[in-house]
């Protein structure tokens, strides 16, 4: 079983930027994938970025240019560098393994997902 701990989120002006992290614990080994997904209110969930363990990436449409997922792992740690921080990123963002970004639709889960309790990003004009 994995466990999964974000932090990083906050509040920020359109343009500006923030850096996800997830603390990685547990059984990681037999994961497929990580990455992050996000959610706002009222709307469905959706992929924002995936990383394999062969370090290859996959973004939805809209993250791609601006935002950046990475892993460090001596660390444990899964990273979601934004940039270019647009309103409609105000979400709640998770990270989460076992997943596929879908561009235009939700991420698509492996029999393996699971997920943090997610972290708050809020983007004001």
């Known amino acids: 079983q994995v466990q999964l701990l974000e932090s990083g989120g906050g509040s920020v002006q359109s343009g500006g930027s923030l850096r996800l992290s997830c603390a990685v614990s547990?059984?990681?080994?037999?994961?497929?994938?990580m990455g992050w997904y996000r959610q706002a209110p009222g709307k469905e969930r959706e992929g924002v970025a995936t990383?394999?363990?062969?370090?290859?990436?996959d973004y939805a449409d809209f993250a791609k240019g601006r935002f950046t997922i990475s892993q460090d792992n001596a660390k444990n740690t899964l990273y979601l560098q934004m940039n270019n921080l647009k309103v409609e990123d105000t979400a709640v963002y998770y990270c989460?393994?076992?997943?596929?970004?879908?561009?235009?639709?939700?991420?698509?889960?492996?029999?393996?997902?699971?997920r943090g309790q997610g972290t708050q990003v809020t983007v004001s004009s």
């Open positions: 989460a393994t076992d997943f596929t970004v879908i561009s235009g639709g939700p991420p698509e889960l492996g029999f393996r997902f699971a």
């Open positions: 547990g059984d990681t080994h037999n994961a497929p994938n």
């Open positions: 990383i394999e363990s062969d370090g290859s990436t």
